[in-house]
């Protein structure tokens, strides 16, 4: 019997194809029919008969065929997902065990993964936040905003005036939806404290825009307006929380808003996140004074018709730009070169971080290449020192592939707990950012890791398995075994082309560090600049905030200048305030009022753009607290009132570019009612240290009370918390119903304008010790990994006279040679990729020397520290130990 | 139950179990192919069970399937290729219990039949 089994196929072994399984249950039946038929014909059957009683005996043979097929073709698959569980299951616990023979490579390995994975998934998340999808609204990437720009005046990307908005929405075909909306505050009043209220004003189908659901009650409509139901007002569902308790009996309450009394008709969902900082959204009403003069107060925007295009969009835009510009009564000064544009919504509210967050996008790439290299290096290197190992395998009947599985698994296994490491490193890194919060962007206060960000860290950990897993078992599979295994058996020495791929992941991760590096450089540098930058006053001890009176009660002109004067003397008053003032736009404030001047007797030169200066009015000891020198003339006194000649103050910008070689002290200029030059005081910088200074004129508050609400600002000889309580006080002896809003100290102000450059610098300065230290350890790996190959080498050059020094400046040599070659790629791609920085530097070029040559001498002192432990270890090579060995 | 092969169809389940067990039964001799299982229960019975070919080669696989079975290709006295089965030790396990089930069964019903109904 055992004659038949010779050369047989285990069951298991079985063929997988379905044509196969056919074949053999064929060849089965067949087998039975024919040997039925000779069975009959030898008992005396004709041949014919024989066949037909066979076949009768037999029953249905295609039905019961096919039948037989199903099971075995059922009973393959089956085993060969449970034979590839199982394979799969033995791969892992070899894998698990390999990995517990060298735990310092899995552990360097995951810490890597970790923490390339964890950058990658925090900055994502916040880039996915910030960039892609700031605002949780269908078809957000439809919606566009309409802005207007004068490039003469170098203003871009600003709102439409009431008349504007209103004007467009009839020619707003592109759109499906259009509406506009203008952020305010009022004055909360009513029961407990007075409030000062984010708010928001709108105009046409807004709700409709975001395809918003209330909460509770109902939206208000057009109709509302048109019905004189304007006083209606929808609460955001913070606000909704906090003011009413989440009480759906909000709706039909009143709400006292700058003394008027509003109609609460609904709620908004807690997933609006447009316009965070307005708790009450109510119309707007445009009054006849609004249409003619506005303000540029409104941002206009709608959602693109279905198969319309941005294109589109821009053309409609020229068309009304060229409409409105032949329009005599709405042409804008040819020198403004006013025109409209259209953005998308995505970037208007990533706003200034979205050249930030590109360069960190970049950034953390960078980072994950290295970490990724420097794996894949590891196991290189391992996997050179297991070739022995894997050549028995192979010698005893592993095939290719089953290797190649195990590295793969082992591999797996590491992506998986560095990509697991990764995610809760990328979690608390999150938290870290959201703590920073540089610029109160409101796409960055509810930063979360979301299942996109987790698939894209997923992503990128299998991509980590392919790019490390593969590249060295590819390495192996092409290794000669057998050559392997001789060599082995001699004590090797690797061949110099052999690990070149060793080498150009070394020379890589160095040319990336590099880049990091300089970017770092670069940033830490501007921010430096910045820093030491002269605002143009005072930062230290300087507390500000703001009281706005409403409309309804200060209503003239003298009211609201006695208000603040006394107010200002009030808070002078208070013990540890030395100074106090006020104006209307305070450098690092909320807005700024720009508008063009005239120079009486000096006329615009022909050619010459239009004159164009900040407006600010000051009351009190502005100047002086704000430590602002009054370079000539005075400054504004009790006498500057009402009634007494206009004056003004100029800063020294508006003097050096208009008063060359005069005295400006005596000229009169006029920016709306003509005023006399009486001073000139230091130019600051109004919003941003790295801004050039802009012309700015100063009148006295007394003589043009226009604007409602003041910053204030108090010099104090305590710090400026201290006085807070105080001068709250003082504003409710004057009027218990104004709330101070704003409350913040200058150098506070200052300080967040630098947020986001110093979260870029932070966090690019992290990266780059990152990756500095990955590189590092990349090139001491790899030094270390070829001198202890080439022993036997180094043990014949000794014993054949070379002296210790030679190996040292052998082993340094290679290093730095490695290091050089880095510094020269990674400067390449830097100086190529440098465009993407140079927007967010300040005072430093993309290219500075001096940064360029710190970071690559720095880069090459550290690679020669790091080549230095294996090359003094090449030149300890005992040569008599080294030659036994073999 | 298996019958002579003009006889009507009787309840699949009972043949199907019956059958696993004869075929399981039969292999606890050593390998054969179906043909040879199926001529071994003729001789033993004296041709009395005829089996069910068109049922023999679906159960042989499903037990098989079960690893009851363990099937390999080998040759025949005469040199032809044919498919041998195999009782897997899975089967002979089986084998007992299937016995145990039957015998049971069996008595039950004999008792039925042998009782008479005086009591």
Same mark, same amino acid.
């Given at each position: 019997m055992s004659a038949r089994w010779e050369g047989l196929r285990r069951v298991?072994?079985?063929?997988?194809g379905r044509r196969a399984v056919k074949d053999e249950v064929g060849a089965e039946l067949r087998f039975h029919l024919e040997e039925r038929i000779e069975e009959l014909v030898a008992s005396g059957l004709p041949r014919a008969e024989a066949e037909r009683e066979a076949r009768t005996r037999f029953g249905d043979l295609p039905r019961i065929g096919a039948e037989v097929e199903r099971i075995d073709l059922r009973m393959v698959r089956r085993r060969s997902v449970a034979e590839s569980f199982e394979a799969l299951a033995r791969d892992a616990r070899y894998a698990l065990r390999a990995l517990r023979k060298s735990p310092g490579f899995t552990a360097i390995a995951i810490l890597t993964l970790g923490l390339g994975i964890g950058a990658n998934t925090a900055i994502f998340s916040a880039v996915n936040r910030?960039?892609?999808?700031?605002?949780? =609204?269908? @078809?957000?990437?439809?919606l566009f905003v309409v802005q207007q720009n004068a490039p003469g005046l170098k203003l871009m990307g600003g709102q439409l005036t009431p008349g504007q908005a209103e004007e467009f929405a009839a020619r707003?075909?592109?759109?499906e939806v259009f509406a506009g909306v203008s952020g305010t505050s009022f004055n909360l009043t009513g029961a407990g404290e007075p409030e000062r209220l984010g708010a928001a004003q709108t105009m046409g189908r807004f709700f409709e825009l975001f395809s918003l659901t209330p909460a509770v009650g109902r939206f208000y409509h057009d109709e509302d307006s048109r019905n004189g139901n304007t006083r209606v007002a929808v609460l955001s569902n913070g606000f909704w929380h906090s003011w009413?308790?989440?009480?759906?009996? =909000?709706? @039909?309450r009143s709400i006292e808003l700058n003394g008027q009394s509003y109609r609460v008709i609904g709620v908004l969902p807690a997933s609006f996140r447009y316009r965070?900082?307005?708790q009450v959204f109510v119309p707007l009403e445009i009054t006849p004074r609004m249409r003619q003069q506005?303000?540029?107060?409104i941002t206009a925007l709608g959602r693109l018709k279905p198969g319309i295009t941005p294109e589109q969009l821009t053309a409609r835009l020229d068309r009304v730009t060229a409409e409105w510009q032949a329009d005599p009564q709405k042409a804008?000064?040819?020198?403004?070169k006013w025109f409209l544009s259209g953005k998308s919504l995505i970037s208007v509210q990533a706003g200034e971080l979205q050249p930030i967050l590109r360069v960190l996008m970049a950034a953390v790439a960078l980072v994950l290449l290295i970490a990724c290299a420097n794996v894949a290096n590891l196991q290189l290197v391992r996997a050179a020192s297991r070739e022995r190992e894997l050549a028995v395998r192979a010698a005893m009947g592993a095939g290719k592939w089953p290797i190649m599985r195990q590295l793969i698994v082992e591999n797996a296994l590491i992506a998986a707990a560095g990509g697991g490491l990764g995610v809760g490193l990328g979690a608390v890194a999150l938290r870290a950012l959201h703590g920073m919060?540089?610029?109160?962007?409101p796409a960055l206060n509810d930063l979360r890791l979301d299942p996109r960000v987790l698939a894209f860290a997923v992503g990128v950990t299998l991509l980590s398995v392919v790019l490390f897993g593969v590249a060295p078992t590819l390495r192996v599979a092409r290794t000669n075994l057998h050559g392997v295994l001789r060599e082995a058996s001699r004590g090797p020495s690797g061949g110099p082309g052999k690990h070149r791929l060793l080498r150009l992941s070394v020379m890589g991760q160095v040319a990336v560090s590099l880049m990091l590096l300089l970017g770092a450089g670069l940033l830490i540098r501007s921010l430096a600049r910045l820093l030491a930058t002269?605002?143009?006053?005072?930062?230290?001890?300087v507390l500000t905030f703001r009281v706005t009176l409403p409309a309804g009660i200060f209503a003239q002109e003298a009211q609201k200048t006695a208000f603040f004067e006394q107010l200002t003397a009030r808070l002078a008053a208070?013990?540890?305030?030395?100074l106090a003032g006020a104006i209307s736009d305070l450098p690092f404030g909320e807005g700024r009022n720009s508008s063009p001047f005239r120079i009486e007797g000096k006329p615009v030169a022909p050619g010459e753009p239009e004159r164009h200066a900040d407006m600010r009015f000051v009351q009190g000891d502005y100047f002086r607290t704000m430590g602002i020198?009054?370079?000539r003339g005075r400054s504004f006194g009790r006498?500057?009132?009402?009634?007494s000649p206009r004056v003004a103050v100029i800063d020294a910008s508006l003097a050096r570019q208009y008063f060359v070689s005069e005295d400006p002290v005596g000229q009169t200029v006029n920016q709306g009612p003509s005023a006399t030059i009486v001073g000139v005081v230091g130019a600051v910088k109004?919003?941003?240290?790295g801004e050039p200074d802009k012309p700015t004129i100063y009148y006295p508050y007394g003589q043009?009370?226009?604007?409602s609400g003041l910053y204030l600002t108090l010099r104090t000889s305590?710090?400026?918390?201290?006085v807070v309580a105080r001068a709250r006080a003082a504003v409710a002896e004057l009027d218990p119903m104004l709330p101070l809003y704003e409350i913040r100290s200058m150098q506070d102000r200052v300080d967040q304008s630098l947020g986001a450059r110093r979260l870029a610098m932070l966090v690019l300065t992290g990266f780059a010790a990152l990756a500095l230290l990955l590189a590092l350890l990349g090139v001491y790996g790899v030094l270390s990994y070829s001198t202890s190959r080439r022993t036997h080498e180094l043990g014949i050059r000794l014993a054949l006279g070379a002296v210790p020094k030679d190996m040292i400046r052998m082993v340094l040599g290679n290093g730095l040679a490695l290091a050089g070659a880095g510094i020269v790629v990674g400067l390449a791609g830097f100086l190529a990729a440098a465009r993407l920085l140079s927007t967010i530097?300040?005072?430093?070029?993309?290219?500075d020397p001096a940064t360029i040559a710190a970071g690559a001498g720095l880069l090459a002192i550290s690679a020669a520290v790091a080549a230095y432990l294996p090359a003094r270890r090449a030149a300890r090579v005992d040569p008599v130990r080294a030659l036994r060995e073999e | 139950m298996p019958a002579p092969a003009p006889a009507p169809a009787p309840d699949l389940d009972l043949l199907r179990g019956t059958l696993d067990l004869l075929l399981l039964k039969t292999l606890s001799w050593g390998p054969m192919h179906g043909l040879g299982v199926v001529r071994w229960i003729e001789d033993v019975t004296h041709q009395r069970l005829q089996i069910e070919e068109g049922a023999l080669y679906p159960a042989l696989h499903r037990l098989e399937e079960r690893g009851w079975l363990e099937a390999e290709w080998g040759y025949t006295d005469k040199g032809r290729r044919a498919k041998y089965y195999q009782l897997t030790p899975a089967g002979r396990r089986q084998l007992a219990a299937e016995v145990t089930k039957w015998s049971r069964y069996s008595e039950a019903v004999r008792l039925v039949l042998t009782t008479d109904g005086a009591r």
């Amino acid at each position: 019997m055992s004659a038949r089994w010779e050369g047989l196929r285990r069951v298991f072994r079985l063929p997988l194809g379905r044509r196969a399984v056919k074949d053999e249950v064929g060849a089965e039946l067949r087998f039975h029919l024919e040997e039925r038929i000779e069975e009959l014909v030898a008992s005396g059957l004709p041949r014919a008969e024989a066949e037909r009683e066979a076949r009768t005996r037999f029953g249905d043979l295609p039905r019961i065929g096919a039948e037989v097929e199903r099971i075995d073709l059922r009973m393959v698959r089956r085993r060969s997902v449970a034979e590839s569980f199982e394979a799969l299951a033995r791969d892992a616990r070899y894998a698990l065990r390999a990995l517990r023979k060298s735990p310092g490579f899995t552990a360097i390995a995951i810490l890597t993964l970790g923490l390339g994975i964890g950058a990658n998934t925090a900055i994502f998340s916040a880039v996915n936040r910030v960039l892609l999808r700031p605002l949780d =609204v269908p @078809g957000l990437d439809r919606l566009f905003v309409v802005q207007q720009n004068a490039p003469g005046l170098k203003l871009m990307g600003g709102q439409l005036t009431p008349g504007q908005a209103e004007e467009f929405a009839a020619r707003a075909e592109p759109f499906e939806v259009f509406a506009g909306v203008s952020g305010t505050s009022f004055n909360l009043t009513g029961a407990g404290e007075p409030e000062r209220l984010g708010a928001a004003q709108t105009m046409g189908r807004f709700f409709e825009l975001f395809s918003l659901t209330p909460a509770v009650g109902r939206f208000y409509h057009d109709e509302d307006s048109r019905n004189g139901n304007t006083r209606v007002a929808v609460l955001s569902n913070g606000f909704w929380h906090s003011w009413a308790g989440g009480d759906p009996a =909000v709706v @039909g309450r009143s709400i006292e808003l700058n003394g008027q009394s509003y109609r609460v008709i609904g709620v908004l969902p807690a997933s609006f996140r447009y316009r965070r900082s307005a708790q009450v959204f109510v119309p707007l009403e445009i009054t006849p004074r609004m249409r003619q003069q506005g303000p540029w107060m409104i941002t206009a925007l709608g959602r693109l018709k279905p198969g319309i295009t941005p294109e589109q969009l821009t053309a409609r835009l020229d068309r009304v730009t060229a409409e409105w510009q032949a329009d005599p009564q709405k042409a804008a000064p040819p020198e403004l070169k006013w025109f409209l544009s259209g953005k998308s919504l995505i970037s208007v509210q990533a706003g200034e971080l979205q050249p930030i967050l590109r360069v960190l996008m970049a950034a953390v790439a960078l980072v994950l290449l290295i970490a990724c290299a420097n794996v894949a290096n590891l196991q290189l290197v391992r996997a050179a020192s297991r070739e022995r190992e894997l050549a028995v395998r192979a010698a005893m009947g592993a095939g290719k592939w089953p290797i190649m599985r195990q590295l793969i698994v082992e591999n797996a296994l590491i992506a998986a707990a560095g990509g697991g490491l990764g995610v809760g490193l990328g979690a608390v890194a999150l938290r870290a950012l959201h703590g920073m919060d540089p610029t109160q962007l409101p796409a960055l206060n509810d930063l979360r890791l979301d299942p996109r960000v987790l698939a894209f860290a997923v992503g990128v950990t299998l991509l980590s398995v392919v790019l490390f897993g593969v590249a060295p078992t590819l390495r192996v599979a092409r290794t000669n075994l057998h050559g392997v295994l001789r060599e082995a058996s001699r004590g090797p020495s690797g061949g110099p082309g052999k690990h070149r791929l060793l080498r150009l992941s070394v020379m890589g991760q160095v040319a990336v560090s590099l880049m990091l590096l300089l970017g770092a450089g670069l940033l830490i540098r501007s921010l430096a600049r910045l820093l030491a930058t002269d605002p143009g006053f005072k930062t230290s001890r300087v507390l500000t905030f703001r009281v706005t009176l409403p409309a309804g009660i200060f209503a003239q002109e003298a009211q609201k200048t006695a208000f603040f004067e006394q107010l200002t003397a009030r808070l002078a008053a208070i013990p540890g305030v030395e100074l106090a003032g006020a104006i209307s736009d305070l450098p690092f404030g909320e807005g700024r009022n720009s508008s063009p001047f005239r120079i009486e007797g000096k006329p615009v030169a022909p050619g010459e753009p239009e004159r164009h200066a900040d407006m600010r009015f000051v009351q009190g000891d502005y100047f002086r607290t704000m430590g602002i020198p009054l370079l000539r003339g005075r400054s504004f006194g009790r006498d500057d009132r009402r009634g007494s000649p206009r004056v003004a103050v100029i800063d020294a910008s508006l003097a050096r570019q208009y008063f060359v070689s005069e005295d400006p002290v005596g000229q009169t200029v006029n920016q709306g009612p003509s005023a006399t030059i009486v001073g000139v005081v230091g130019a600051v910088k109004h919003g941003d240290l790295g801004e050039p200074d802009k012309p700015t004129i100063y009148y006295p508050y007394g003589q043009a009370p226009w604007y409602s609400g003041l910053y204030l600002t108090l010099r104090t000889s305590l710090a400026p918390e201290l006085v807070v309580a105080r001068a709250r006080a003082a504003v409710a002896e004057l009027d218990p119903m104004l709330p101070l809003y704003e409350i913040r100290s200058m150098q506070d102000r200052v300080d967040q304008s630098l947020g986001a450059r110093r979260l870029a610098m932070l966090v690019l300065t992290g990266f780059a010790a990152l990756a500095l230290l990955l590189a590092l350890l990349g090139v001491y790996g790899v030094l270390s990994y070829s001198t202890s190959r080439r022993t036997h080498e180094l043990g014949i050059r000794l014993a054949l006279g070379a002296v210790p020094k030679d190996m040292i400046r052998m082993v340094l040599g290679n290093g730095l040679a490695l290091a050089g070659a880095g510094i020269v790629v990674g400067l390449a791609g830097f100086l190529a990729a440098a465009r993407l920085l140079s927007t967010i530097l300040y005072g430093v070029t993309a290219h500075d020397p001096a940064t360029i040559a710190a970071g690559a001498g720095l880069l090459a002192i550290s690679a020669a520290v790091a080549a230095y432990l294996p090359a003094r270890r090449a030149a300890r090579v005992d040569p008599v130990r080294a030659l036994r060995e073999e | 139950m298996p019958a002579p092969a003009p006889a009507p169809a009787p309840d699949l389940d009972l043949l199907r179990g019956t059958l696993d067990l004869l075929l399981l039964k039969t292999l606890s001799w050593g390998p054969m192919h179906g043909l040879g299982v199926v001529r071994w229960i003729e001789d033993v019975t004296h041709q009395r069970l005829q089996i069910e070919e068109g049922a023999l080669y679906p159960a042989l696989h499903r037990l098989e399937e079960r690893g009851w079975l363990e099937a390999e290709w080998g040759y025949t006295d005469k040199g032809r290729r044919a498919k041998y089965y195999q009782l897997t030790p899975a089967g002979r396990r089986q084998l007992a219990a299937e016995v145990t089930k039957w015998s049971r069964y069996s008595e039950a019903v004999r008792l039925v039949l042998t009782t008479d109904g005086a009591r």
